[in-house]
């Protein structure tokens, strides 16, 4: 195996979260208003790299470990529900910002959680992007599909990163290969999350229909083509929220910052413009 992984320059900030837990976070650059990039259940912060790299052009860019993922810390008691994210959130926002106004954007788990902290703290949230969820679930918090816990090398981490986003340029595949696994017990590379999400996910017990009314900043819907998140209810979740839009990106499994960048790049950036 022989692999060259080529990055920006990337700054790195920690920050306390609410339950006084280290959170870490990304910070990409770039001029002009902050936008905040919140990731999903099986991913961390760099799963929004090559949006980063693309968006900074026009924000600066930071991501953000939730808590229990990559170098964010774990949780010794399992306090991982939506809300405990939105609260550690709100120390970032005040980290990055100062409290000025920032933009959003959430992908599967993290756009709960941008959902939730845009309809309690309105005054700090500009605009909202909603990449690929539902506002609520029909399966339990422990209805999973099963994940390899770990693999043998790093090879096996890169097929199992291209099965998982068939459409994902190489260089994300890569990144996600490096960055989203980490050496565990054994000599293997795990997932760099807490063995809890292979067991449980806090959010299937969430309800959020009533905040998408609720909602100020102008907010963009955003549906992948080939997910199992269902076209028609992110249709209803755009018609509930007072000023939406609602995008459809083609060639994208559910995680669009990882499977099709790109095509999420050219709709971020013209909402963010204004359009």
């Known amino acids: 195996m022989s692999t060259t992984l080529a990055t920006s320059e990337v700054g790195h900030f920690f920050v306390s979260g609410a339950a006084g837990n280290r959170i870490h976070g990304l910070d990409f650059g770039g001029a ?16 929004w790299h090559a949006v980063a790299l693309a968006a900074r052009a026009h924000r600066r860019v930071v991501a953000l470990d939730f808590r229990g993922y990559g170098e964010s810390q774990w949780s010794p008691t399992g306090d991982y529900t939506t ?6 959130l709100a120390g970032v926002v005040q980290h990055v910002s100062g409290g ?7 992908s599967s788990w ?12 309105p005054d700090r949230v500009e605009r909202l992007v909603v990449v690929d969820v539902e506002p609520s679930f029909e399966q339990g918090e422990t ?12 090879d096996e981490v890169l097929a199992a ?12 595949v890569e990144v996600v ?13 795990a997932p760099k999350h807490d063995p809890y999400f292979f067991e449980r996910w806090p959010f299937r017990s969430d309800n959020h229909w009533d905040r998408l009314p609720r909602i100020q900043a102008p907010t963009l819907h955003v549906h992948a083509s080939d997910s199992f998140v269902r076209a028609d209810v992110m249709a209803e979740m ?10 459809e990106i083609g060639d994208s499994t559910h995680v669009v910052p990882v499977d099709n960048p790109s095509a999420l790049v050219d709709s971020l950036v013209e909402f963010l413009a204004g359009g």
């Open 32 to 47: 002009g208003p902050t936008l905040v990039c919140l990731h999903g259940v099986t991913g961390n912060a760099w799963n």
């Open 83 to 88: 809300a405990d994210h939105v609260a550690d």
């Open 100 to 106: 000025s106004p920032v933009d959003l954007a959430g």
């Open 110 to 121: 993290g756009a709960l959680v941008a959902i939730q902290y845009a309809d309690e703290h």
């Open 143 to 154: 209805d999973l599909f099963p994940r390899p816990r770990d693999h043998a090398d790093h």
């Open 161 to 172: 990163v291209e099965r998982a986003y068939p459409n994902a340029p190489a260089e994300m």
């Open 177 to 189: 290969a490096a960055t989203c696994y980490g050496p565990v017990e054994g000599g293997r590379l």
């Open 238 to 247: 755009d018609r509930l929220t007072p000023d939406s839009h609602l995008v």
